[in-house]
C-alpha cells in the first residue's frame, strides 16, 4: 500500500529534519564545538523509506553510523542528537561513552552497535531467531554500508537468517564508496544484492535516492518476513556526498566534478519534486517548513549547549549489569 | 640528521622496504590511493603501483589470512589494520594460523609478515578508535609484539620486522604520529626486534614503559628531577620476547620498579613484568613494584571529561613515581 498524502509529508519532513540537523553538524564541526561528526547526507531517502516500512517502536533495528535520518524517525529529537555530538551525560546513546552517531535508543527497539562494521548484522539474526522462536508478530531491520558486507560477519548474517527464515530485512546502503574504497575493489558482483542468490534468499535493488521506491521495496519485504517467508536483502544505492567523516579529506581519492555530479541526484530534491508534482508541496509551504525545521534545530542547538558533561569518574560505570542505575 | 614525526619514519621505512624487496607488499583498508587514514603509505601508491599497494576489502580476517597465505608462498607482506580495535575480527588468522603455523608445522611452515596497527586513546576516539591490544598479543607465543615509541626506533624496528621470518604484531602509538618528532638518520639502518632500551639513566627508581606511555615518562622523570628524584625510564620496545637483562639490571640499580601502560591494569603487561622482578629480582628491591594503568573498564570513553579521567599522563606518572621514591 501506497503511503497517504500524510505519510507522505511525514516522509519528507523527516528528511528535511535529517538534512538540516546534518547541516548544522557540520558547521558545528567547522566551528570547532564540536570534534567529530560522520555525515548521512544523501542518505535520507533509504533510511526514511525503510523506517515507514516497519512498525517503528515495535519491530526491531540495528542501526550502523550514517542512519541520523532513521534515528530520527524512530523518535530521536535533534536535541538527543546534538548532545550525542557533545558528548554530553544525558545524551541516549551511550552517555557520552560512544563516539556520535554510534545509535542506541531503548525506546525505539534500536540495539546499540559498536564500531566494528557488520556486528549489528550477526546480533540482527539473533533477533530474528528470537522473534521467531517467541512467536512473536515483529520483524527487525538492519542497515550497513556496501563495504561492510566484505565481512565474514555479514555473510554469516544473511546464511543464518536464510537458514531459518527469520524475519530480517538487511538493508545495504550501497553509496559506492568505504572511505577511499571503491565498490568494485569489494565485490565482483554488480550489487550486494547479487550476494543473497548465493544465500538463498531473495535480494533486491533499489534507486536508494528515491524514498518511495525504498518504501514499496522494504515494505514488500516487511509483509514477506511477517508472512514467515523469511529475510530479504535490499541494496539501495546512492552517493555518499560528503568526505567518509569529519576527518577525511576526499579530496584524495576523488574529483570535485565526480561529486557535483551526483549532487544532481539529491534524494531531497526528488521528493520535493515529487511532492510538488502532486501538489502536496507547494513553494510557500517548502518554506515554512523549511523555517520551521531551522528553527527548531537553533532551539535544540541551545538545549543541547547547556547540558551538562559527565564528571570524569562516571567513566567507571556500569561495567556489568548490578552497577546500572535504574531511574 | 633530518628531524621526523613518527609516521614519517613509519612511511619511510615501508617505503625503503617495498624498494629493497620485491617480496614485500602492503594490503589493508585505504593504503591504496588513499595512502592510509594516517597516511602511513602516502604517496606509495604512486611510487610502487597497484600490486604493491592494494586496497583490501573491508574484512581484516581475510587481511591476515591473504597475508599469511602470501608469506607461505614467500612473499613479505606488511598488512595494515586501520586501527588496533578492529585487529579483533582477524584474531582467529592471527592466534590460530599465523602464531601457530611453524609450531604445529614443526618448522616445515613459517610465516614472515607483519602487522601494523595503530593503537592508544588520549584522541577523542572512544572505545573503538583507542583500544590498546598489546596484552592479549604478548601471550600468544609464536608472535613477536613490538612499540616503538621514537621515530628513530620506528624506522629501524619495522625495518626489522620486515625482515624477520616470523608473524609480528607491530603497535603504533598513534597519539604520537605527529606529536613525536626526532632524528632519523637517511638511509639503511635495522633496529633489532628483542632488547630494550633505557632512555634516561637514573639512580633512584626504574620507570618502565612503551609507546606513548613513554614519551610521557620522560616527561614525568624531568619533572621530578628538579624535585630531586634521579628517574630511570626505559623503553621495552619490544614487549615479546621481552628483554629481561635491561630490566632485572635497572632494578638491581635503582631498587624501585614503577611500570605504566595506559591500558587497563588488570591482566595487563605490566603484570609481566612486575612478576619478572618480583621473580629475580625480589632481594633487590626496596619497595614494591607499582603499576600505573588505565581503569579496569572496558575501554576510552569519548566525552572528554571521561576520557581525561581514564587517561594515564605524566602528572599522574610523575605522581606515582614520587610516592615510590618516597616509599
Ligand atoms: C571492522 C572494522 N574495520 C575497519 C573499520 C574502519 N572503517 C570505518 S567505516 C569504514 C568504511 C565503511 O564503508 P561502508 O561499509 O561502505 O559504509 P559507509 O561508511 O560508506 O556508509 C571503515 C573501513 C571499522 N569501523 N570496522
Ligand atoms: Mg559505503
Redesign the pocket.
Known sequence: MDPSPDQKLDMYRLMLLARRLDERAWVLHRQGKIAFH?SGIG?EAAQVGAAFAIRRGSDWVTP???DLALMLALGMTPAEFLMGLMGKRDEPNSGGRQMPSHWSLRRANAVSHS????TQSVHAAGIGLAIKLRGDDKVVLTT??????S?GEWYEAVNWAAVHRLPVIFIV???Q???S?R?EK?MAVQSAADKACGLGLPGIMVDGTDVFAVHRAVKDAVDNARAGNGATVIETRMY?ITP?SSDDDDRTYRSREEVEENKRRDPLLLARARLQEEGLLSESQYDEMDTQIKASIEEAVKQAEAAPYPAGEEALHPVYAEEVRHA | MPEMTLIEAIRQAQDEELARDPNVFITG??VGVRGGVFRATMGLYDKYGPNRLIDSP?A?DSIVGVGIGAALYGMRPILEI??AD?IH?ALNQIISEAAKMCYRSNGEWTVPLVIRAPYGGGIGGGL?HSQSVEALFAHVPGLKVVIPSTPYDAKGLLKAAVRDPNPIIFLEPKKGYRLIKGEVPEGEYVVPIGPARISRPGRDLSLFAYGMMHHYALQAAQKLESEGIDVEVVDLRTLYPVDKETILNSVRKTSRALIVHEDNLTGGYGAEIAAIIADEAFTDLDAPVRRLAGPDVPAVPFSHPMQDWFMVNPEKIAAAARKLAQW
Do not use: C, K, M, W
Not at chain 1, 550497513?144 to 558486507?149: A, D, L, V
Open positions: 560522520i542518505h550502523y553510523y550514517r564500531a566494528p562494521v557488520a550497513i554500508g556496501e563495504g561492510s558486507t565481512q546502503q550501497n553509496n564508496y568505504a572511505i574504497v565498490a569489494q555518499r567518509h | 583498508e585505504d573491508l581484516e586501520q586501527f578492529f575480527p573503538y
